[in-house]
């Protein structure tokens, strides 16, 4: 049976700051589940506390809905994999591995072939015997894995579990974790700060910030829906036009510096006159020759904005323009698989994007 | 719960722990000290300031603070003289055989100076080897009186022979520690080396000069044992000694304690004024890894002379011992006549040398028992719990560095007297409680050291695998910091066996002699007795130097930090 796991208003005091303020949250059983936000924002406080390392100063933390705040942390039956992995280094590895079992108090024969099952999983068999500073960071990773998964624990803890790896492995690591969630099934509450790893890898996303909910969701609602600037600005990056909100129907119609720009919302209540962003992802944007642009003037479904040109980054399957508006507010595009240029340093363009593409949010602080 | 106490991890367990600790630091520190300062301010008739007014007026009292002061002042001063040359070679250049040097620099430390005072008798007496071997060259005609002057020179050679190791890990350290692309600006705008370590050097070093001189200064203070051999006892410190017999008559001997417990607070405000002050903060270091330079080889040569050549002073008094250990027959010679091996015998026989390491034997493990779970239990509540009192309990547990032995057991001697711990009656319980206070510093630097390289992770993850509190101290955190306990409780055993002015003071009669007292003991017995606590002194140097050398493989070259302030 797999177990769910409950934040009911949960709030977490360290030193002077609310680390973790009113979190409510509900993850389903056999959830691959991230908590992801810039550092500070109380997403491992949140993971500790799964584990029993904090108890929460107000709120609950349930297991399928039985009361977990006040059990301890050895009789909780997660298993965690620590950021910089935690192993033991007085141990082998078959002795880190097995370590879960013997407080379980496993019968030698059921532990070695868990032991082995759990190492076949990570594909670390042939590293039984190794002490751990014999190992690299990549392998000690899957160790950490390999412990935290060999107890069958309920719940599946991942603090950051990647993020002392080089980019290549991080990237095989992610299918390679995904893989496992598939044959375990179990639930899995994994930390992160890399967006990327949070959309290509989760079921569901919350994101946190300074201590609070934001917004939580699949990666396809969060992309595709995000509810406040600071959302689309950490999923994925995107760019936010500043203007002030001009009608509400259908579609908004807001009014910046650069131009009249129409865009649809998620979220309720904003009013005319409110200052808003308007969040356009780069891929949103195609790039047109100005001349080109003053022939058909913009539909209510397309908005079009001038710009020039101010650099050009060349990375292959993808070419990045940042562009400078008439309010001189830069924005970034990318044109991918770029075979021929479009335009050069200097040139003026128009930009074209599709009202659907175009989220109208409440202008906010951004910076954390 | 109330709020503020929810900041603290207090659990029940804890609570009663720091109790208990905070329940013997009052008794075994803080009681004694206070009642010493009691007795030295009041009077039948109440607070009464005649003893001080005594000690700084009458010519006899006056004359032995100053004595003392002089005695701290001349070894401070002679240390720094031998220490600086040797730092400033050692630290700032690489050559061949560093650390072979690096480590005959540290050899001084591994005898007790008092023992090393029986060798130095020896040698510089009237008709001692020095002056025969001078008149037998033809350079004197006369012997000279080396230990002339009431024997103050004496004392202060063999301090400075003992003490210059420490002061020079103190000037190493500081060296060491300033920033090299401080030093390059200066040369940038011209400075010459002399006037580069006049003006940028020194200055950026004087914060850890003045760590190790406190240290110097204050250990030659209240330094009980040299003078005592010396016979030289205008000091506090054998002044001190002798009071404690008849403490009820004569209330001089608080004053005395009052004015060392006075002179070394006040030395440790000022170093705290001056490290603490944060004018010699180091701001962003460069990028120079090491500011050690390849030496020439006139440097290397001079480097080799002058360690050599201190090493080989310093030695001088271990040779005095050794050779008076092995003396057969040894009279109006340069060297001793006939050699003999039987003392080292006799030690293992002779009843009172005999009985005297037994003692020392269980003392010590006693002590370093109560260290080891003391100083683990600190270590841990400060380094992994929020406890209320931190840093007062941190400063309670590092006070004895700063509390000389001598104060220490006379507070013992008198708080204690006419209770069922009475050092006159049955002095081991104090002893073992003297021991263990007085090393429990080291104990607990380093097992906080082991704490803190080891990751509160490591913790969690067994405590996340089922592995409750207990079991987890037992397995994961206890075989981690192994390696510090052992180097800790070394050190703390084998400064036990061989502490000076506790084992003085504390042990009233002879069945509870500790070794040293035995040593001081048998060396005022005539015929036979010098030479067997001569025996006794080199085994005793055999173990400080075993162990020395089995915390510095532990410790490496952190080794420094436990004899810094």
Same mark, same amino acid.
């Given at each position: 049976?797999?177990?769910?796991?409950?934040?009911?208003?949960?709030?977490?005091?360290?030193?002077?700051?609310?680390?973790?303020?009113?979190?409510?949250?509900?993850?389903?059983?056999?959830?691959?589940?991230?908590?992801?936000?810039?550092?500070?924002?109380?997403?491992?406080?949140?993971?500790?506390?799964?584990?029993?390392?904090?108890?929460?100063?107000?709120?609950?933390?349930?297991?399928?809905?039985?009361?977990?705040?006040?059990?301890?942390?050895?009789?909780?039956?997660?298993?965690?994999?620590?950021?910089?992995?935690?192993?033991?280094?007085?141990?082998?590895?078959?002795?880190?591995?097995?370590?879960?079992?013997?407080?379980?108090?496993?019968?030698?024969?059921?532990?070695?072939?868990?032991?082995?099952?759990?190492?076949?999983? =990570?594909?670390?068999?042939?590293?039984?015997?190794?002490?751990?500073?014999?190992?690299?960071?990549?392998?000690?990773?899957?160790?950490?894995?390999?412990?935290?998964?060999?107890?069958?624990?309920?719940?599946?803890?991942?603090?950051?579990?990647?993020?002392?790896?080089?980019?290549?492995?991080?990237?095989?690591?992610?299918?390679?974790?995904?893989?496992?969630?598939?044959?375990?099934?179990?639930?899995?509450?994994?930390?992160?700060?890399?967006?990327?790893?949070?959309?290509?890898?989760?079921?569901?996303?919350?994101?946190?910030?300074?201590?609070?909910?934001?917004?939580?969701?699949?990666?396809?609602?969060?992309?595709?829906?995000?509810?406040?600037?600071?959302?689309?600005?950490?999923?994925?990056?995107?760019?936010?036009?500043? &203007?002030?909100?001009?009608?509400?129907?259908?579609?908004?119609?807001?009014?910046?510096?650069?131009?009249?720009?129409?865009?649809?919302? &998620?979220?309720?209540?904003?009013?005319?006159?409110?200052? =808003?962003?308007?969040?356009?992802?780069?891929?949103?944007?195609?790039?047109?020759?100005?001349?080109?642009?003053?022939?058909?003037?913009?539909?209510?479904?397309?908005?079009?904005?001038?710009?020039?040109?101010?650099?050009?980054?060349?990375?292959?399957?993808?070419?990045?323009?940042?562009?400078?508006?008439?309010?001189?507010?830069?924005?970034?595009?990318?044109?991918?698989?770029?075979?021929?240029?479009?335009?050069?340093?200097?040139?003026?363009?128009?930009?074209?994007?599709?009202?659907?593409?175009?989220?109208?949010?409440?202008?906010?602080?951004?910076?954390? | 719960?109330?709020?503020?106490?929810?900041?603290?991890?207090?659990?029940?367990?804890?609570?009663?722990?720091?109790?208990?600790l905070?329940?013997?630091f009052?008794?075994?520190?803080?009681?004694?000290?206070?009642?010493?300062?009691?007795?030295?301010?009041?009077?039948?008739?109440?607070?009464?300031?005649?003893?001080?007014?005594?000690?700084?007026?009458?010519?006899?009292?006056?004359?032995?603070?100053?004595?003392?002061?002089?005695? &701290? %002042?001349?070894?401070? %001063?002679?240390?720094?003289?031998?220490?600086?040359?040797?730092?400033?070679?050692?630290?700032?250049?690489?050559?061949?055989?560093?650390?072979?040097?690096?480590?005959?620099?540290?050899?001084?430390?591994?005898?007790?100076?008092?023992?090393?005072?029986?060798?130095?008798?020896?040698?510089?007496?009237?008709?001692?080897?020095?002056?025969?071997?001078?008149?037998?060259? &033809?350079?004197?005609?006369?012997?000279?009186?080396?230990?002339?002057?009431?024997?103050?020179?004496?004392?202060?050679?063999?301090?400075?022979?003992?003490?210059?190791?420490?002061?020079?890990?103190? %000037?190493?350290?500081?060296?060491?520690?300033?920033?090299?692309?401080?030093?390059?600006?200066?040369?940038?705008?011209?400075?010459?080396?002399?006037?580069?370590?006049?003006?940028?050097?020194?200055?950026?070093? +004087?914060?850890?000069?003045?760590?190790?001189?406190?240290?110097?200064?204050?250990?030659?203070?209240?330094?009980?044992?040299?003078?005592?051999?010396?016979?030289?006892?205008?000091?506090?410190?054998?002044?001190?000694?002798?009071?404690?017999?008849?403490?009820?008559?004569?209330?001089?001997?608080?004053?005395?304690?009052?004015?060392?417990?006075? %002179?070394?607070?006040?030395?440790?405000?000022?170093?705290?004024?001056?490290?603490?002050?944060?004018?010699?903060?180091?701001?962003?270091?460069?990028?120079?890894?090491?500011?050690?330079?390849?030496?020439?080889?006139?440097?290397?040569?001079?480097?080799?002379? =002058?360690?050599?050549?201190?090493?080989?002073?310093?030695?001088?008094?271990?040779?005095?011992?050794?050779?008076?250990?092995?003396?057969?027959?040894?009279?109006?010679?340069?060297?001793?006549?006939?050699?003999?091996?039987?003392?080292?015998?006799?030690?293992?026989?002779?009843?009172?040398?005999?009985?005297?390491?037994?003692?020392?034997?269980?003392?010590?493990?006693?002590?370093?028992?109560?260290?080891?779970?003391?100083?683990?239990?600190i270590a841990?509540l400060l380094a992994?719990?929020?406890v209320?009192g931190r840093n007062v309990l941190d400063a309670l547990a590092m006070l004895?560095l700063?509390?000389?032995?001598? =104060?220490?057991?006379?507070?013992?001697?008198?708080?204690?007297?006419?209770?069922?711990?009475?050092?006159?009656?049955?002095?081991?319980?104090?002893?073992?409680?003297?021991?263990?206070?007085?090393?429990l510093p080291?104990?607990v630097r380093?097992?906080y050291?082991?704490?803190?390289?080891?990751?509160?992770?490591?913790?969690?993850?067994?405590?996340?695998?089922?592995?409750?509190?207990?079991?987890?101290?037992?397995?994961?955190?206890?075989?981690?910091?192994?390696?510090?306990?052992?180097?800790?409780?070394?050190?703390?055993?084998?400064?036990?066996?061989?502490?000076?002015?506790?084992?003085?003071?504390?042990?009233?009669?002879?069945?509870?002699?500790?070794?040293?007292?035995?040593?001081?003991?048998?060396?005022?017995?005539?015929?036979?007795?010098?030479?067997?606590?001569?025996?006794?002194?080199?085994?005793?140097?055999? +173990?400080?130097?075993?162990?020395?050398?089995?915390?510095?493989?532990?410790?490496?070259?952190?080794?420094?930090?436990?004899?810094?302030?």
């Open positions: 049976m797999t177990v769910s796991v409950k934040f009911d208003s949960v709030t977490k005091i360290l030193g002077q700051a609310r680390a973790v303020d009113n979190l409510t949250l509900d993850i389903g059983g056999g959830e691959l589940f991230f908590l992801l936000g810039p550092s500070g924002c109380g997403k491992t406080t949140a993971l500790r506390m799964v584990a029993g390392f904090y108890t929460p100063d107000e709120g609950r933390i349930l297991f399928n809905g039985q009361d977990q705040s006040h059990v301890p942390p050895h009789k909780r039956n997660t298993g965690m994999v620590f950021q910089n992995y935690a192993l033991w280094p007085h141990m082998d590895v078959q002795s880190n591995v097995a370590y879960g079992l013997k407080m379980r108090r496993v019968s030698e024969a059921d532990k070695k072939k868990r032991v082995r099952q759990a190492l076949e999983i =990570v594909h670390m068999q042939a590293y039984a015997e190794r002490m751990p500073n014999q190992l690299s960071g990549g392998q000690q990773q899957r160790i950490a894995l390999a412990r935290a998964l060999v107890i069958e624990p309920d719940v599946v803890l991942l603090d950051e579990p990647l993020s002392n790896l080089d980019a290549k492995l991080r990237v095989e690591m992610r299918t390679h974790i995904k893989d496992i969630h598939r044959e375990i099934g179990r639930t899995m509450i994994y930390v992160t700060h890399d967006q990327a790893e949070a959309l290509s890898m989760a079921d569901r996303i919350a994101v946190m910030r300074r201590g609070r909910l934001v917004q939580a969701g699949t990666p396809h609602e969060l992309y595709t829906r995000p509810e406040s600037a600071f959302v689309a600005e950490f999923i994925g990056g995107t760019n936010l036009l500043r &203007g002030t909100l001009e009608e509400v129907g259908e579609l908004l119609t807001v009014k910046t510096q650069a131009g009249i720009v129409r865009g649809k919302t &998620g979220v309720n209540g904003m009013a005319r006159g409110e200052p =808003v962003f308007c969040s356009v992802r780069p891929e949103s944007l195609r790039l047109r020759p100005a001349a080109e642009s003053s022939a058909t003037p913009p539909s209510g479904a397309t908005n079009e904005l001038i710009a020039e040109v101010q650099s050009i980054m060349y990375l292959g399957d993808n070419e990045l323009y940042s562009l400078r508006l008439a309010d001189s507010a830069i924005v970034r595009a990318v044109e991918h698989n770029p075979i021929t240029r479009k335009a050069e340093v200097g040139d003026r363009l128009a930009l074209e994007f599709d009202a659907q593409a175009v989220v109208v949010l409440p202008q906010e602080e951004l910076s954390d | 719960m109330t709020s503020w106490l929810r900041r603290y991890d207090l659990t029940p367990a804890n609570t009663a722990v720091l109790i208990f905070w329940l013997f009052i008794v075994f520190m803080l009681y004694p000290l206070g009642y010493v300062f009691t007795n030295a301010f009041f009077t039948a008739e109440g607070f009464s300031l005649i003893f001080m007014k005594l000690m700084f007026s009458s010519p006899n009292y006056t004359i032995i603070l100053a004595n003392s002061v002089n005695l &701290g %002042l001349a070894v401070t %001063l002679f240390t720094t003289l031998l220490s600086l040359p040797l730092a400033l070679l050692l630290v700032r250049y690489n050559f061949r055989g560093k650390g072979l040097l690096n480590g005959l620099i540290l050899i001084p430390m591994v005898l007790p100076p008092f023992v090393g005072a029986i060798g130095m008798r020896q040698l510089l007496a009237r008709f001692g080897s020095v002056n025969l071997l001078l008149l037998e060259l &033809g350079v004197i005609n006369q012997p000279i009186d080396w230990l002339g002057g009431g024997n103050f020179w004496g004392v202060v050679i063999l301090e400075v022979l003992h003490l210059y190791p420490i002061m020079y890990l103190n %000037l190493a350290a500081a060296l060491a520690n300033v920033d090299p692309s401080l030093e390059e600006a200066a040369r940038n705008m011209g400075a010459s080396s002399f006037k580069l370590l006049r003006t940028v050097t020194f200055p950026l070093m +004087l914060p850890g000069y003045f760590a190790g001189a406190i240290i110097v200064f204050i250990w030659a203070f209240t330094d009980l044992g040299t003078p005592l051999i010396f016979e030289y006892r205008e000091v506090v410190a054998v002044q001190i000694f002798s009071m404690v017999t008849d403490l009820h008559q004569n209330p001089m001997g608080y004053a005395f304690v009052v004015a060392v417990i006075a %002179l070394t607070l006040f030395f440790f405000y000022l170093s705290k004024r001056i490290l603490g002050g944060g004018r010699y903060e180091m701001l962003g270091r460069g990028h120079v890894t090491s500011a050690a330079r390849p030496a020439s080889a006139s440097i290397t040569v001079m480097a080799y002379a =002058v360690v050599l050549g201190i090493s080989a002073l310093a030695l001088i008094p271990h040779l005095g011992v050794f050779l008076t250990s092995v003396t057969g027959r040894w009279f109006l010679s340069v060297l001793p006549s006939e050699y003999t091996t039987k003392f080292y015998k006799d030690v293992f026989s002779h009843d009172l040398a005999l009985l005297s390491i037994k003692n020392s034997l269980l003392l010590s493990s006693l002590s370093t028992i109560i260290d080891v779970v003391l100083g683990v239990t841990y992994r719990k929020r209320p004895p700063a509390l000389p032995g001598l =104060v220490l057991a006379f507070g013992y001697v008198a708080a204690f007297s006419a209770t069922p711990l009475d050092a006159r009656v049955n002095p081991v319980p104090l002893l073992v409680i003297a021991y263990a206070v007085r090393r080291y104990m380093a097992a050291a082991g704490f803190q390289q080891t990751s509160v992770a490591l913790e969690e993850a067994a405590i996340n695998l089922g592995a409750s509190p207990i079991k987890t101290l037992y397995q994961i955190t206890m075989p981690l910091i192994f390696a510090n306990l052992i180097a800790g409780a070394v050190l703390s055993f084998s400064f036990a066996m061989l502490e000076v002015s506790d084992s003085l003071i504390l042990a009233s009669k002879e069945q509870y002699y500790p070794i040293t007292k035995a040593i001081y003991a048998l060396l005022g017995r005539i015929a036979d007795g010098p030479y067997i606590a001569s025996a006794m002194g080199m085994l005793g140097l055999l +173990l400080l130097a075993g162990s020395l050398f089995i915390a510095g493989r532990f410790f490496g070259r952190r080794m420094g930090e436990l004899f810094r302030a």
